[in-house]
């Protein structure tokens, strides 16, 4: 019996992994199919999390935890919003929520590097630091309110920046992922990598 429980889950995910592998590959008609279901799994996923979420934080409240009913409160104005449509609905939340928050901490974020790079070029003073806190000052300066003229050649410097370095950066990130996608993928339809057994 244990060696079934063993068993039959690797057997049942390498079967999976590799009919749904040759029908995306192959781009077989019944592949609509699979990209539902797997829309489908994620939407029930998503309905399990959200409970999941509800039932701790439920608990956590009734202990005293403030925070964990500002997160029910939020959680509970979203979903009437959401649902009901009133005031704009999701929208009016994004809008006036998220957008401002995502706003406020990507600033933040942009000071606290500025500060880390002050601290590593007091700490360590090599070219490589020199070159970090350069471009750091340089971004900072690209998208700060400045005269015309300043601001005409801070935003060519930050574009320069921008398409070349960072956009070589976003795709060697992207490929890192798929390679790492590819990999865990292999992984799983080979069996080595079993997390429905633990």
């Keep these: 019996m244990n060696i079934l429980r063993q068993t039959l889950p690797r057997i049942l995910a390498v ?5 749904t592998l040759l029908i995306l590959g192959f781009n077989l008609p019944v592949a609509g199919l699979i990209t539902g279901w797997a829309s489908f799994l994620a939407a029930v996923a998503l309905i399990l999390g959200i409970i999941n979420l509800f039932s701790v934080h439920i608990g956590r ?15 509970l104005v979203t979903l ?7 005031f704009g609905g999701a929208d009016t939340i994004f809008s006036y929520v998220q957008a ?27 070219f ?24 005409e050649i801070f935003t060519l410097i930050n574009s320069f920046i921008s ?11 992207l490929i890192g992922v ?21």
């Excluded at 398409?163 to 990130?173: E, K």
Aim: charged share 10%; glycine share 10%; no cysteine.
């Design 15 to 19: 079967l999976f992994g590799i009919v």
């Design 61 to 75: 409240t009734f202990k005293g935890n403030f925070y964990s009913l500002t997160l029910i409160i939020g959680l």
């Design 80 to 86: 009437v919003l959401g649902f009901t449509g009133l």
């Design 100 to 126: 401002p928050l995502e706003a406020a901490l990507g600033a933040l974020l942009a000071f606290f590097l500025f500060f880390a790079a002050l601290r590593l070029l007091r700490r360590n003073q090599s």
């Design 128 to 151: 490589w630091t020199v070159l970090f806190v350069a471009i750091v000052l340089l971004v900072l300066l690209g998208i700060t309110p400045m005269p015309a003229v300043l601001s």
């Design 163 to 173: 398409l070349i370095f960072v956009s070589a950066g976003v795709r060697g990130i």
């Design 178 to 198: 798929a390679l790492g996608t590819i990999t865990v993928t292999l992984r799983l339809i080979l069996g080595s990598e079993q997390p429905y057994n633990k």
